[in-house]
């Protein structure tokens, strides 16, 4: 309350009519400006599930190359779905990049796509990395590999997935949660190759395994293993060459490189990748930018810049050639997709929260 | 409400009305608050048959959780909010008067990024950052400013003579503190437990990020990951239904302990002086939780000040005047419309009126993300533009915020004022603009600054709704933090920092003013 040697001074109805025309004129502009600039010509709407700065470079890239400037939203996975779903025909986005394929399978399975046929796409990514329809087709890889302490678990043992789940292990393997896409789908992958009843022992298995609560990202278990605090864990390939690459710092760096990198055979491999949204009318150019990020001379660029594999071999990066070699287990995209949910609740059955 | 003295609507209720401007105001600004939430009950249940709410696998857990948060939080954060309150407004030790602004530095540190650079460094040290007890911590820190806010403001302005009567009767400080000071500052400590409950229902990004599943946690989760909207309709329910208590035990609380004052002409309470040992306690109280909210994420800066990568000086200018403008726009919205709704309560005495701007309130409930699908089913079809979309969803979703302490300041405002006001023959909009408004100031700012503070930190709703190349600090933040590159999230979170810090500046003033010379 104002103190009594101030005046109280009434607030003019002028003012406050002013104030409400501000706020009004505001909100118009920002309409305004929303809008400004949105001309149909050489302009595509890029939706992204991914977002690293060095993404832009390359949309960048692409806009010297063939005039075709990129407007771009970057969100999570899931909320985009939903916004090119509520926007219908409405919608902005011509093309819509996503990361897992879970991902990719739900915005195709709720009708996002529009099929494109490019032979050069066809040529570039392998076909157990793109829908049979041509709705979507990927553009990077990352493999779900091991990180192990070697003074705590012999290397040697860790040849598969499946040893995850030796008794021999008890008190020793530390995983993330069942809210990571990344491990659902590693459990489809699973589920496909060797069916329900193995897959739910191995679950089971690998829970028994486990010395401390389930973690909620990569980069801590990976620092965990270095330390010792657990002696194997699964983590994303692309968090441990960064931590080697030095980019969270030399106390990372060092951890990192004590660790042993283990690349079950086969490996599970999964993937970010794009297509075209169904309302697109510019479906050719986005279906030129898809060519691009796909194609060796941009796609190697989206992925380098993460520490992620190209669609086709193991890149440039000594950090990643570093790791080796591994074999891709085969197993369609399409098809982990299908699985994603029969993953999550063998998962939630299971043991692993 | 409950019976109380005949506000000056209902005894002057025979006057033919200029109030239809007010009731259409309210019922605009109602529409628009539920539209949302309604359009989102409508789409879960549409189509299919109303299946018995199941909390389902899960469910429980994440209803124990969330209440378990509920009341640790809501007991440490009104322990500390009400404490760091009385002595910054009550007593005079030496740096009172910057350690009261400090205060309002852990309101700015959005709690994911507590969390992050917690569990971070804990990763990098060998320590466990997970659970329960951290989770309390993290959201304390990021919610005790409610209370402190709501309260310091109250300790202020009322009970001075009765304060000074109680040591005139030789009442120590504690004594005056407890019995007198401290229920008259009930309701608008309540408020504060309140918004805190509500932020603690709603928060995402830390509870996730600690490994606590929550109801907002599951409600997400059945949305998306299931494709289950009803599931997630049933769980918001249960999540609105805890809120609706919440709010329902403040008001209760409020109504009991109503009291009014307006201070008068010499009414100048003396703060108590502290020295030697009692000054240095207070210095360590009021300097502890800031220290800890801000110096977590400054630790993490200084130990690895080597990662953090900068940004392009344009962008970060870009993303801060976008964050700033969206804040301004969505504080200067959200007061005006809490107001309108605040105001209406004393003039149009309908229960239905009353009930259903009481709902209005709810979509500070909601989590931001469920809110955020609300608007695109609502937007979508209509191709409204996003940004609309996005200030309507801060409006929403902080109109609750704004009200709170509006409501608990209209009540310190004696009704015969409005009685002696419209006696003279002044309409609701002239008592609004000459007595209401100056007397509120307090309030209005406060509000003003917390909307401010909460939008620039805000995530869900920015991320899922706004336009092409529109990022804000915040959105930038969650990027590189959720990536697990807390290195480059230091420098836009510093600047998130800032901007609260500025706003809290701005409020200064008025908080002195109201606590008086010294």
């Keep these: 309350m104002p103190r009594s040697d101030q005046p109280r ?3 003019s109805i002028p003012v406050i009519a002013g104030l409400v025309a501000l706020l009004a004129v505001a909100a118009g502009a920002a309409v305004v400006v929303s809008r ?40 999570k996975d899931d909320a985009l779905i939903e916004r090119v779903r509520t926007e219908g025909a409405n919608s902005p986005a011509d093309v819509l990049v996503l990361v897992d394929a879970a991902r990719l399978d739900k915005a195709a399975g709720m009708d996002l796509f529009q099929p494109v046929s490019s032979k050069q796409l066809d040529r570039d990514v392998p076909a ?22 070697p003074a705590m678990v012999d290397p040697a043992t860790m040849r598969t997935y499946a040893d995850l789940a030796k008794p021999a292990l008890k008190g020793k393997l530390c995983l993330r949660n069942n809210r990571s896409v990344y491990n659902q789908s590693l459990v489809a992958d699973q589920l496909i190759q060797h069916g329900e009843p193995a897959t739910v022992s191995w679950i089971k298995g690998m829970v028994a395994n486990i010395n401390q609560p389930f973690y909620t990202s990569d980069t801590p278990l990976a620092r965990a293993v270095a330390k010792g605090e657990c002696g194997v864990a699964l983590v994303n390939s692309y968090y441990v060459a960064r931590m080697i690459a030095g980019l969270s710092g030399e106390a990372d760096q060092t951890l990192a490189k004590q660790l042993k990198v283990v690349f079950p055979d086969p490996s599970h491999v999964n993937v970010s990748g794009a297509g075209v949204t169904r309302y697109s009318r510019k479906a050719e150019a986005a279906t030129r930018l898809i060519e691009f990020l796909a194609s060796p001379s941009g796609g190697d660029g989206y992925a380098e810049a993460n520490y992620e594999y190209p669609l086709k071999g193991y890149g440039s990066s000594p950090i990643l050639r570093g790791f080796g070699s591994f074999r891709d287990d085969g197993v369609s995209v399409q098809q982990m997709g299908e699985n994603n949910q029969r993953a999550v609740e063998l998962m939630q059955a299971n043991g692993w929260s | 409400m409950g019976p109380g003295p005949p506000s000056p609507g209902e005894r002057l209720a025979s006057r033919p009305p200029r109030r239809l401007l007010l009731a259409l105001a309210v019922w605009l600004i109602c529409l ?18 109303a299946e018995p709410l199941d909390l389902g696998p899960g469910g429980l857990l994440q209803l124990g959780n969330t209440l378990a948060l509920l009341l640790l939080v809501g007991v440490l954060g009104a322990i500390l909010g009400t404490t760091t309150g009385w002595l910054t407004a009550s007593c005079s030790f030496p740096g009172r008067r910057w350690l009261a602004i400090a205060q309002l530095l852990p309101l700015a540190t959005p709690a994911y990024l507590l969390a992050a650079t917690l569990v971070d460094l804990g990763s990098r040290n060998g320590l466990r950052v997970h659970g329960l007890a951290w989770s309390v911590l993290v959201l304390t820190l990021s919610t005790y400013s409610y209370v402190f806010l709501l309260g310091s403001e109250s300790f202020a302005v009322s009970g001075r003579r009765q304060i000074e009567a109680a040591r005139s009767l030789g009442v120590g400080p504690w004594g005056s503190f407890r019995r007198v000071a401290l229920p008259m500052a009930l309701p608008s400590i309540g408020a504060g437990i309140a918004l805190s409950g509500m932020e603690v229902v709603n928060e995402l990004g830390a509870v996730e990020l600690l490994g606590v599943p929550t109801l907002s ?40 302990s109503r009291r009014w004052g307006m201070g008068s002409p010499g009414d100048r309470l003396q703060p108590w002086p502290l020295s030697g040992w009692r000054a240095a306690l207070a210095q360590v109280i009021t300097l502890s939780p800031p220290l800890l909210a801000l110096g977590f994420p400054l630790l993490w800066a200084v130990s690895s000040w080597d990662q953090m990568r900068g940004e392009s000086i344009d962008d970060l200018i870009a993303l801060t005047l976008r964050s700033f403008a969206l804040a301004l726009l969505a504080a200067l919205l959200t007061v005006a419309a809490g107001l309108v709704l605040a105001i209406s309560k004393r ?28 608007l695109m089913l609502l937007g979508g079809p209509w191709a409204l533009s996003p940004l609309l979309l996005l200030v309507w969803g801060y409006a929403d979703r902080f109109l609750a915020v704004a009200k709170g302490g509006l409501d608990a300041g209209l009540e310190r405002i004696p009704p015969s004022v409005d009685e002696a006001a419209t006696g003279l023959g002044c309409s609701w909009l002239k008592v609004l603009q000459r007595v209401h408004l100056p007397l509120l100031r307090g309030p209005l700012l406060v509000g003003a600054l917390l909307v401010f503070v909460d939008t620039v930190k805000e995530l869900p709703l920015t991320f899922a709704l706004r336009p092409f190349d529109f990022d804000t600090l915040s959105v930038r933040v969650y990027q590189y933090a959720s990536d697990e590159r807390v290195g480059a999230a230091m420098l836009p979170a510093l600047l998130i920092l800032l901007l609260g810090l500025a706003a809290a500046m701005a409020l200064v003033p008025t908080l002195e003013r109201q606590r008086g010379p010294h």
């Design chain 2, 32 to 49: 628009l608050a539920l539209a949302p939430l309604v359009g989102l009950a409508l789409y879960a249940f549409s189509g299919a048959a």
């Design chain 1, 9 to 11: 001074r009434p607030v």
């Design chain 2, 347 to 374: 003039w149009i005495p309908q229960v239905l009126l009353r009930r259903i701007t009481f709902l209005a309130g709810m979509g500070y409930a909601v989590p931001g993300a469920v809110l955020a699908l609300a």
């Design chain 1, 128 to 149: 157990n990395l793109r829908d049979p329809q041509g709705r979507w087709f990927a553009l990077t890889r990352r493999v779900r590999m091991l990180v192990v302490n």
């Design chain 1, 36 to 75: 400004m600039g949105r001309t149909p010509v050489q302009e595509l709407g890029v939706y992204s599930g991914r977002h690293y700065n060095t993404d832009k470079e390359l949309y960048r890239r692409f806009t010297e190359q063939t005039g075709i400037r990129v407007r771009l939203l970057e969100g």
């Design chain 2, 217 to 256: 946690v599951g409600i997400l989760q059945r949305w998306q990951n299931d494709g289950d909207p009803q599931g997630a309709v049933g769980l918001a329910l249960a999540a609105l239904v805890i809120v609706s208590v919440l709010v329902a035990a403040e008001r209760q609380l409020r109504h009991r």
